[in-house]
């Protein structure tokens, strides 16, 4: 029988729709059987090289970074990475330019012993016995050049490695951990995370830990905090550690907009001082009268808040992030990070402008100098690192997809940084630039490649 | 996997390219008399048979199907195109109120619907039932995790959604009229120039003689019937199609109903839910507004 009524149902129009939904999506091509997702993925290899240089003489650097990633399917995924850098050049000594020659002993003065060949020691206040060093390399710094300490190489060797998987339903599991090596520097660190997604995919809630533990065994020994630069007084290795945790929302805000909001907290206990650091002692007609080691407190919380937005605005891609940081050095930071990514020639070209501007208060024991007429602080330090300052990167990377598995990048930035105070009124510093602005340029090259 | 294609003339502008996928026979109607064009165009129709069929059977040991029969309760990751299929599903399953059930293939367990004539205990129907109901298992897409003894089973949509999917590629290709038939359940683009198909539905436990011709000029067309497949003891005939909630058969569906639609998923989901509702099958028919045609 057939019959005549055409009204469809409730239950019909359901299926009509439901059938549509199904359909519309594309054809899948004859040949192209299209795999499970949770099929084991080819080894994804991404290798690149850095150079990194800074004006006047400064730090430069080469850098190799290997990253492989695999996929055992189901979203099992065994990350490993390896970097190895070459740093070479000056490193400022935060002894502050003078109108008269200085000299300065590079911290790679070796020897333990005294010519009679005895140990030569040192007890200080505390107990802890330190030993002196005999010989050092002196180097002069010419008038009105910042000193630095040009001697400066190392090497550096590091590897990570990480898991992560499905947990249950939404939930994911990672671990990883992360070795480090350096002349004078040794790191080991572990971290753990958790995240879980509710609300169809659009929420993610992660939560995660981090260890580290470091050695510092700097060149010629671990300088006695605050000490008479002139007495070279140092001591054997010491240890850092530290924790920290993190608690972050990612949110898709539209189909287009994804949010995430991240706070961290890490505290640091132990050596953190930079052995290599000195602090220039200015009488008050701007002389320098002598030299401290630099010598900071013996741990350190910092807490951030981090608000990233990736948002497609057609088939460009904006990525801008607003990061705010406060520790308990006194110091605060405010960094803001935007990238746009706009392809050309369809897909498999793109060009990515990069600006960032970053700015920071100086830490409560940060000075450019100290006075010989007053007391010397319990915690003094001239580093640059840690002065007020402000900073702009300006860049772009390049990428091209050479084929379906293999990609080829190429980044260039610039950056300046310039500190709040470079200046002294005192007679002996007058007119010099106590701490001159720093330049570097960076340069990377990548190709990301399935094997 | 690939098998044979074989092409002939049917008519002075009519090409068939015929070929097996999923146990049944397969052909694509093309109003050409161009036979290069008709097996360029039936091999894209019959890839697309055999894409499907080694994706989604369960009698492949390395279809999605049968990995996620074998995930002992561990979540899987779906891709876009077997997520599309289970969310059409779990519609269907809301839509008829639990009585179409891509998990219900476990009953078959007990059920041997070649005619032999035997029954199962409730004991062991109780304990099939156990194993059923799409809402035991979790779909959170595109995270599937089936519990440990359930099975899924995607024979109730699969070969309707290769005949949409087989025209849909061919149609791509050219602008003559097609008709994918695969077993009985076929789709066309548009009727040839001559005028609509024609299609006769079987009649059921006759030998092959054409109960019904009908026209058919656009859209999907679906039978569901129990032709062949059925069980009959002390005169009481046990259909093939199975009832969710008791684990038996439905009783009182017609011997076939066949349905067109928009489209042949549409045409095959709206004669299952038909034959589903037993008694009732044509009043549901009629109350949907569906084009149907009962056999009794």
């Known amino acids: 029988m057939q019959l005549t009524k055409r009204v469809p149902g409730e239950l019909r129009l359901g299926l009509m729709a439901a059938a549509c939904a199904?359909?519309?999506?594309?054809?899948?091509?004859?040949?192209?059987?299209?795999?499970?997702?949770?099929?084991?993925?080819?080894?994804?290899?991404?290798?690149?090289?850095?150079?990194?240089?800074?004006?006047?003489?400064?730090?430069?650097?080469?850098?190799?970074?290997?990253?492989?990633?695999?996929?055992?399917?189901?979203?099992?995924?065994?990350?490993?990475?390896?970097?190895?850098?070459?740093?070479?050049?000056?490193?400022?000594?935060?002894?502050?330019?003078?109108?008269?020659?200085?000299?300065?002993?590079?911290?790679?003065?070796?020897?333990?012993?005294?010519?009679?060949?005895?140990p030569v020691t040192y007890t200080t206040s505390s107990g802890r016995k330190v030993?002196?060093?005999?010989?050092?390399?002196?180097?002069?710094?010419?008038?009105?050049?910042?000193?630095?300490?040009?001697?400066?190489?190392?090497?550096?060797?590091?590897?990570?490695?990480?898991?992560?998987?499905?947990?249950?339903?939404?939930?994911?599991?990672?671990?990883?951990?992360?070795?480090?090596?350096?002349?004078?520097?040794?790191?080991?660190?572990?971290?753990?995370?958790?995240?879980?997604?509710?609300?169809?995919?659009?929420?993610?809630?992660?939560?995660?830990?981090?260890?580290?533990?470091?050695?510092?065994?700097?060149?010629?020994?671990?300088?006695?905090?605050?000490?008479?630069?002139?007495?070279?007084?140092?001591?054997?290795?010491?240890?850092?550690?530290?924790?920290?945790?993190?608690?972050?929302?990612?949110?898709?805000?539209?189909?287009?907009?994804?949010?995430?909001?991240?706070?961290?907290?890490?505290?640091?206990?132990?050596?953190?001082?930079?052995?290599?650091?000195?602090?220039?002692?200015?009488?008050?007609?701007?002389?320098?009268?002598?030299?401290?080691?630099?010598?900071?407190?013996?741990?350190?919380?910092r807490r951030s808040i981090y608000l990233g937005n990736k948002v497609a605005l057609g088939r460009t891609v904006l990525d801008i992030s607003l990061r705010h940081g406060t520790d308990d050095w006194g110091s605060s930071n405010d960094t803001v990070d935007a990238r746009y990514r706009i392809p050309l020639l369809g897909d498999d070209l793109y060009i990515e402008p990069h600006l960032r501007y970053y700015q920071q208060t100086a830490a409560d024991f940060y000075s450019l100098f100290v006075s010989s007429a007053a007391a010397i602080p319990t915690y003094l330090s001239a580093d640059p690192r840690l002065a007020a300052f402000s900073a702009k990167t300006v860049g772009f990377k390049v990428g091209m997809k050479l084929d379906q598995d293999n990609e080829v990048s190429v980044r260039i930035e610039a950056y300046k940084q310039d500190a709040k105070v470079h200046s002294s009124t005192l007679a002996g510093l007058s007119g010099l630039d106590l701490n001159p602005s720093l330049q570097s340029f960076i340069c990377q090259l990548n190709w990301r490649f399935n094997y | 996997m690939a098998g044979d294609l074989?092409?002939?003339?049917?008519?002075?502008?009519?090409?068939?390219?015929?070929?097996?996928?999923?146990?049944?026979?397969?052909?694509?109607?093309?109003?050409?008399?161009?036979?290069?064009?008709?097996?360029?165009?039936?091999?894209?129709?019959?890839?697309?048979?055999?894409?499907?069929?080694?994706?989604?059977?369960?009698?492949?040991?390395?279809s999605i199907i049968s990995r996620i029969n074998a995930s002992g309760g561990q979540p899987m990751l779906l891709d876009d195109e077997s997520a599309s299929l289970l969310d059409f599903a779990a519609r269907c399953h809301e839509l008829s109120g639990g009585a179409f059930d891509v998990t219900s293939g476990v009953l078959r367990k007990a059920w041997r619907f070649d005619g032999s004539g035997k029954v199962p205990d409730q004991v062991t129907v109780d304990a099939l039932l156990q194993r059923v109901g799409f809402g035991r298992l979790s779909w959170n897409p595109p995270h599937i995790s089936l519990p440990q003894g359930m099975e899924l089973d995607f024979g109730g949509i699969g070969k309707e959604y290769a005949v949409d999917r087989a025209l849909a590629l061919v149609a791509m290709q050219c602008d003559v009229a097609v008709l994918v038939n695969f077993g009985g359940d076929m789709a066309t683009n548009h009727a040839p120039a001559t005028g609509p198909w024609s299609v006769g539905v079987e009649r059921p436990d006759t030998d092959r003689e054409a109960r019904l011709l009908l026209d058919f000029a656009a859209g999907g067309m679906a039978t569901s019937g129990d032709t062949h497949r059925y069980i009959e003891v002390d005169g009481v005939r046990y259909g093939h199609i199975l009832d969710v909630k008791t684990g038996f058969p439905v009783v009182g569906a017609p011997r076939s109903v066949t349905v067109a639609a928009g489209s042949c998923v549409e045409a095959g989901l709206m004669a299952t839910l038909a034959m589903l509702q037993g008694v009732r099958a044509e009043n549901f028919l009629v109350e949907q507004g569906a084009q149907h045609w009962c056999l009794r």
């Open chain 1, 131 to 301: 030993a002196q060093l005999e010989t050092v390399t002196v180097y002069t710094v010419s008038t009105g050049a910042l000193p630095l300490d040009t001697g400066f190489h190392d090497q550096r060797v590091a590897g990570d490695l990480s898991w992560s998987q499905p947990f249950e339903q939404n939930n994911h599991v990672a671990l990883g951990g992360h070795l480090s090596h350096e002349q004078d520097f040794q790191s080991i660190s572990g971290n753990a995370s958790f995240s879980r997604d509710f609300n169809a995919k659009n929420t993610t809630l992660g939560l995660s830990g981090n260890a580290e533990f470091d050695k510092v065994s700097p060149v010629g020994g671990v300088p006695v905090f605050g000490s008479d630069y002139t007495q070279l007084l140092k001591g054997g290795d010491r240890n850092k550690q530290v924790t920290g945790g993190q608690l972050g929302l990612t949110q898709v805000l539209a189909r287009n907009w994804i949010t995430q909001l991240n706070l961290s907290y890490d505290s640091s206990s132990g050596y953190l001082t930079d052995p290599y650091k000195i602090v220039s002692v200015i009488n008050t007609l701007g002389v320098a009268t002598g030299y401290r080691y630099e010598s900071r407190p013996e741990s350190r919380s």
């Open chain 1, 22 to 118: 199904l359909l519309v999506q594309p054809a899948q091509s004859q040949e192209a059987v299209t795999l499970a997702s949770d099929d084991e993925k080819p080894l994804q290899v991404d290798a690149g090289v850095l150079y990194y240089k800074e004006s006047a003489g400064r730090i430069q650097s080469y850098d190799a970074i290997v990253t492989l990633r695999k996929d055992f399917g189901d979203e099992h995924i065994l990350g490993l990475n390896g970097a190895y850098d070459s740093l070479s050049g000056g490193s400022p000594t935060g002894a502050v330019p003078t109108k008269a020659a200085q000299t300065f002993a590079t911290p790679s003065g070796t020897s333990l012993k005294a010519t009679n060949g005895a």
């Open chain 2, 6 to 62: 074989a092409v002939s003339m049917r008519a002075a502008q009519l090409c068939a390219a015929t070929f097996t996928a999923m146990s049944c026979p397969c052909e694509v109607l093309i109003e050409t008399a161009d036979a290069q064009a008709a097996r360029r165009l039936g091999a894209v129709a019959a890839a697309e048979a055999w894409r499907i069929e080694a994706k989604f059977s369960r009698y492949r040991p390395d």
